[in-house]
């Protein structure tokens, strides 16, 4: 819904996500034992007779949106933009229970969330034509609540707590001739109240501020033939530790792991340098390499703990969270060449290294080091368009440099080769009828691999081959 | 100056409104199916005297470390065994046994021990479902004529399928479902 006025634009928008999701009981683990039974099983452990009714376990989401957004034209383009929102997430998950407690959600919760935002935006011409500076300045303010049900009659997963930031920014752009100059500053302050009760039933009020700064300065200057662009970049900014990461607790039955918050954890703060040289050739040749470096204080990071924990239900591997002072750099390069019309090839590589300098060792759960390549030929005829064919294999290495100080339950998987393909065309069949057919495989050397990062990694292999069809009836 | 002045006045409303809002919950939450205890009371046949064994997790999962006991016992003995299941977070202490009966369709033990010699000949006794099939509260199992260790598993599954193959004779291979409990104790014959 929405009015226009001469120099204003008013909108009004209000969307509701209802949902009700059956849950495939087969992987509804309850221990280890379990997981492992559904990953050697060729078939779901559970098939129960048909039905069109969703059954427990499953979960039901409803979503609010309801968002009013204000804009006041002024002189050359500048405006005033102020936007209120307001969401609801109301979530209930159900589970078979022990009881009679079915009925009982064993999960719910309502997470309300107020936002407005306010900015500023403005554009000056210089008198010398090749410059001018756009700005941009605002404030928001944020609050949020999560409200558990208690009649749930289980531990919640994220505690209440309301949350409620104040931040105000400014960002200005300078463009001169062949460079850009760049300044941007954000001030929030957070103030965060936790409502937990401890194991005895105590209710505990932990309350939390955080006083979060970014600032940024950048440039970037082009040739004139706009074959080679330089890019520079230097932020701090700093980021304040979320609710999981404050206070989960429990069973992830998910992953079949134990997951602990940490309620001592402070703001993350840290520096950043982004580099950014970009080339090319005419049509035929691209080329773009990113280097970065950051030194973050008081990283948060997900460990896992000497020890699984032992519960009723057998033992658990563990995972905490952590803090330490960090030192990240990373690497991102592309190259892509078209030498033909018909041809097209790419080679990526990345690397990243992250080192846990309190410490004086590496950082886990870094991503392994990747090369990939690909090659694509594709045609179009007169009424069979975008007819292609690609390849693309990816070497990922094994993750060597990985923490000695901490005890993983398994060592780091060995490196991996993948193959994916894809292939399909689009056929028209007249002017406002298309046609699209793509066959993509995935895996399709059904290498068995395990990839670091995933943390199914600590009970079985990654996905065989996978081929998925695809049939796209479209009107033009 | 119009707009600075409206925008502070809904900055000011919407802080009031919001942090007005701000109650404490009230409502401890009670973790009613958690299973903190189990005790496994074995009575040698024959004798009168009754030994608990205990696996302990007050607090439940997380926090302090949960505590097991040593099954220590005769050899070449028959044993009758009785699973009790306690949650000792509800005051008074809550029997999740007694849930486990009454529901007894939807729940069945199952015992394996490691090596499968030293204790053996599982048999169910005690109460059975209403369909007529084990449920696994109460057993029994004679222990090695010759005496060594091993571990005791026992696991409680959660809607088995006790129709399936060998399951109502205590083999847990087809019985699917979730497990509630899977405890391992070490055993020692003397």
């Known amino acids: 819904m929405g009015i226009l006025k001469k120099g204003w634009d008013i909108n009004a928008y209000y969307s509701l996500f209802h949902q009700n999701l059956g849950i495939l009981k087969s992987s509804h683990i309850g221990n280890l034992t379990d997981l492992q039974n559904a990953i050697a099983s060729n078939r779901p452990l559970i098939i129960q007779p048909f039905t069109y009714n969703i059954e427990n376990p499953r979960q039901q989401i409803a979503h609010h949106l309801a968002k009013i957004n204000i804009i006041k034209f002024f002189k050359h383009d500048n405006h005033l933009d102020v936007t209120y929102s307001f969401q609801l997430n109301n979530r209930k998950e159900y589970d078979i229970r022990r009881g009679g407690r079915s009925s009982i959600p064993a999960l719910a919760m309502n997470l309300y969330s107020n936002n407005l935002l306010a900015s500023y935006s403005r554009t000056k011409q210089f008198i010398k034509k090749n410059s001018r500076l756009e700005g941009k300045s605002g404030f928001n303010f944020l609050a949020k609540h999560n409200a558990n049900n208690p009649e749930t009659g289980i531990r919640p997963l994220i505690p209440d707590y309301y949350q409620y930031s104040t931040g105000i920014f400014d960002m200005e752009k300078f463009f001169i001739k062949n460079f850009i100059v760049e300044l941007g500053g954000r001030y929030d302050f957070t103030r965060f109240y936790g409502y937990k009760f401890d194991k005895s039933n105590k209710l505990l009020k932990p309350v939390y501020n955080f006083h979060t700064y970014a600032f940024n300065v950048g440039g970037s200057w082009k040739n004139n033939t706009d074959n ?227 943390r199914f990694r600590y009970y079985s292999d990654e996905l065989g081959w996978n081929l998925t069809f695809r049939l796209k009836y479209s009107f033009l | 100056m119009k707009i600075t002045k409206t925008l502070a006045s809904v900055l000011l409303l919407a802080s009031i409104i919001f942090v007005g809002c701000k109650k404490d919950p009230v409502t401890p939450q009670n973790e009613e199916e958690l299973i903190t205890t189990m005790i496994l009371s074995l009575q040698k046949q024959g004798s009168l005297s009754v030994q608990n064994f205990v696996f302990n997790d007050p607090d439940g999962t997380g926090g302090i470390s949960a505590t097991i006991d040593s099954i220590i016992i005769e050899k070449a003995a028959i044993y009758s065994a009785k699973i009790t299941l306690l949650n000792s977070q509800s005051t008074p202490v809550d029997s999740i046994s007694n849930e486990v009966l009454e529901e007894g369709t939807d729940h069945q033990f199952f015992y394996l021990s490691t090596p499968s010699n030293v204790l053996s000949s599982f048999t169910y006794d005690g109460e059975n479902d209403t369909n007529g099939n084990p449920i696994g509260l109460d057993f029994s199992f004679a222990t090695w004529n010759a005496g060594g260790s091993g571990n005791l598993k026992i696991t409680l599954r959660h809607q088995p399928d006790k129709n399936a193959t060998g399951v109502s004779s205590g083999d847990i291979t087809n019985a699917n479902g979730e497990t509630d409990i899977e405890v391992t104790f070490p055993v020692i014959l003397y």
Do not use: C
Request: aromatic fraction near 14%; charge should be neutral.
């Open chain 1, 228 to 454: 080679i662009q330089l890019q520079t970049n230097i932020s701090y900014s700093s980021r304040f530790p979320n609710a999981s990461e404050l206070f989960s607790e429990g069973l992830h039955h998910g992953i079949a792991a134990l997951e602990f918050g940490n309620e001592n954890l402070k703001p993350e703060r840290g520096v950043k340098w982004v580099n950014t040289i970009t080339t090319n050739y005419k049509k035929y040749f691209s080329t773009e390499a990113t280097f970065y470096i950051s030194q973050i204080h008081n990283f948060i990071y997900l460990a896992p703990l000497p020890d699984p924990v032992l519960t009723i239900r057998g033992a658990f591997p563990a995972f905490q969270y952590y803090q330490t002072n960090a030192r990240l750099f990373g690497f991102d390069a592309t190259v892509n060449a078209d030498p033909f019309k018909f041809l097209s090839l790419s080679l990526r590589a990345s690397l990243v290294r992250g080192k846990n300098t309190s410490a004086n060792d590496n950082l886990i759960y870094m991503p392994s080091d990747r090369i990939s390549g690909s090659a694509e030929i594709h045609h179009d005829f007169k009424k069979i368009k975008n007819v292609h064919l690609g390849m693309m294999v990816q070497h990922v290495f094994k993750q060597k440099k990985t923490p000695a100080q901490i005890i993983d339950y398994k060592a780091a998987p060995d490196a991996y080769t993948t193959l994916n393909a894809d292939a399909g065309f689009d056929y028209l069949i007249s002017e406002h009828h298309k046609v699209s057919f793509s066959v993509t495989g995935e895996n399709i050397t059904n290498a068995v691999y395990r990839d670091y990062l995933n």
